[in-house]
C-alpha cells in the first residue's frame, strides 16, 4: 500500500479499494430477475394505457394532431382548396400527402391516437365506477 503524508508530516496509508467497502450503507444484490413473459407484458401495457396520465397525454396528442387539419385544407371538406394548394405549394404537397396532412380526420395515425385514447378512458372509467 502506498503512503500519504498529512499536512502535520504525518504518514498516513492509502486505503485504496478497501475503502471503497467501508460504507454503513447495505449492500445490494442484484439477483436473477425472472422475465416478465407475454402476459407480464400484456398487463403492464394495459396498466400503462388505463393510467389517467396516459390519457391526458393520448388528449394533448389528439389536440396538437387536430391542428394541421384545421389550417390545411381537406379533402373531404373543399378538394378545390387542396387542389390549389398543391398547385401553388409543389415541394410541400408531397410531404403533405406522405403525412396524410391533407385528410387528417381519416389518417391512420389520428385514427390511432383516438382509438387508443377511446380504449384509455373506457380502461380508466370502468374500474372507477
Not at 21 to 40: D, H, K, M, W, Y
Not at 106 to 121: D, G, K, P, R
Request: include cysteine; charge should be negative; charged fraction near 15%.
Amino acid at each position: 500500500m502506498s503512503k500519504t503524508e498529512t499536512d502535520n508530516g504525518q504518514e498516513q496509508e492509502d486505503l485504496g479499494a478497501a475503502g471503497s467497502q467501508l460504507s454503513t450503507a447495505p449492500q445490494e444484490e442484484i439477483a436473477s430477475v425472472p422475465g416478465l413473459g407475454v402476459i407480464g407484458w400484456a398487463r403492464w401495457f394495459w396498466r400503462q394505457l388505463t393510467s389517467m396520465r396516459v390519457a391526458l397525454l393520448l388528449l394533448l396528442l389528439l389536440s396538437l394532431g387536430a391542428i394541421p387539419g384545421s389550417l390545411i385544407p381537406q379533402t373531404g371538406a373543399d378538394a378545390a382548396k387542396v387542389d390549389d394548394f398543391r398547385q401553388a405549394h409543389r415541394t410541400l404537397a408531397p410531404i403533405y400527402d406522405k403525412l396524410g396532412l391533407f385528410h387528417v380526420y381519416s389518417s391512420v395515425w389520428f385514427s390511432a391516437i383516438y382509438i387508443l385514447l377511446f380504449v384509455s378512458l373506457i380502461g380508466c372509467i370502468i374500474p372507477r365506477t
